[in-house]
């Protein structure tokens, strides 16, 4: 189950390219424009980076006061957002080149204002409407190397991972001043991604306890999968962040047992989900079909049908935004995400 609140995208949010940028899109539903209607519709997100905010954290960790560490940590951090607010200008730049002609169907009459374009007219005021994304991964990694301790488990390191998204925050409002495009913030959810930030820094810098010890890095601000707490203390510590990554971002709580026969645990996220203002949100639970004699349930680990004895069982599985009946085709990162997801209550 996913619910998507009226979510109201702010405008939100120069010169070497460096290593913990990587480039990606995903979950965004944009909505503030600078440019012309504010609206989600005929929009659309044109080019997003994802920062490895771990790695900066990884490389401060070997200051021993706090505070210097933490200010090297926000010194690197802006030296990057400059760098990734340039390099989306730059592709802007070539994407803006670009002839109507070239794009029949977008430029006909999915792109708002495309209407008024000429076949050889550059597409260049149309999709400066789209947003530009500037993202982020492994906040909880962030702030265990950078305190010792994740935003879940002490609220000293969750004030810190608001003042670091809301620097993400604050300098998208920036760049998109300076270079007159619609920056965004998002919270990337690292389906690839993760894995691959997280082998390129056990190479580098070795096993960190609670850094760089899993196959993974944590889904953008999220409460680590594996950390055991109530769902009400994790929408508590995320929710903050939705306000900051207007670009795209999700809360999701796991379940025991079928909640298709639960309404009232559906309705109590619904309305956490009012309560705390966060604006999409998704109840993960298990889903078995068996593809024999279509028999269905909830049982964790189902391999034999209890029905018909079959094992052609089809498992309905989250991953990220994805419903996935089979993990065979997800990377190892992403499966070992999910062997360690804990339940909520």
């Known amino acids: 189950a996913t619910f998507n609140r009226h979510e109201l995208w702010k405008a939100d949010d120069p010169e070497r390219f460096r290593y913990e940028t ?25 080019s997003f980076s994802t920062i490895n905010i771990v790695r900066l954290a990884i490389e401060c960790m070997d200051i021993s006061e706090r505070e210097e560490r933490i200010r090297t940590f926000f010194s690197k951090l802006d030296e990057l957002l400059e760098l990734t607010a340039l390099q989306l200008h730059r592709r802007f730049e070539f994407q803006k080149t670009a002839r109507a002609k070239q794009f029949p169907l977008l430029m006909s009459s999915l792109w708002l204002g495309a209407e008024k374009l000429k076949p050889e007219d550059t597409i260049e005021s149309v999709i400066n409407q789209g947003t ?9 990694e962030c702030l265990v190397a950078l305190t010792g301790k994740h935003h879940a488990e002490d609220p000293a390191a969750q004030q810190l991972g608001i003042r670091i998204i809301t620097r993400f925050r604050d300098k998208a409002n920036e760049f998109s001043e300076r270079w007159q495009h619609n920056y965004s913030v998002l919270a990337t959810p690292a389906e690839g991604l993760s894995g691959r930030f997280t082998q390129k820094d056990k190479k580098s810098f070795g096993i960190i306890p609670g850094v760089t010890d899993r196959e993974y890095y944590t889904n953008s601000n999220h409460v680590p999968v594996y950390y055991r707490c109530s ?9 903050p962040y939705h306000d900051l990554t207007r670009g795209g971002h999700i809360f999701y709580v796991e379940i025991d047992g079928d909640a298709t026969h639960n309404p009232d645990a559906i309705m109590s996220v619904v309305d956490m989900m009012d309560r705390y203002n966060m604006g999409y949100c998704s109840v993960n639970h298990n889903r078995n079909r068996c593809m024999d004699c279509g028999h269905e349930d909830a049982t964790d680990g189902l391999e034999e ?14 991953i990220t935004g994805y419903l996935v009946g089979t993990t065979n085709r997800w990377n190892q990162a992403k499966l070992a995400e999910l062997n360690d997801r804990v339940r909520h209550n």
């Not at 769902?231 to 995320?238: C, D, L, T, V, Y």
């Open 22 to 46: 990587a480039t990606m899109g995903c979950r965004t539903r944009v909505f503030e424009n600078r440019f012309g209607e504010k609206t989600s519709i005929g929009r659309g997100n044109l």
């Open 132 to 140: 530009l994304g500037i993202g982020f991964i492994g906040l909880a």
């Open 231 to 239: 769902a009400r203390h994790k929408a508590e510590i995320e929710a």
């Open 305 to 318: 049908c209890p029905n018909c004895g079959g094992h052609h069982i089809d498992r309905l599985q989250r």
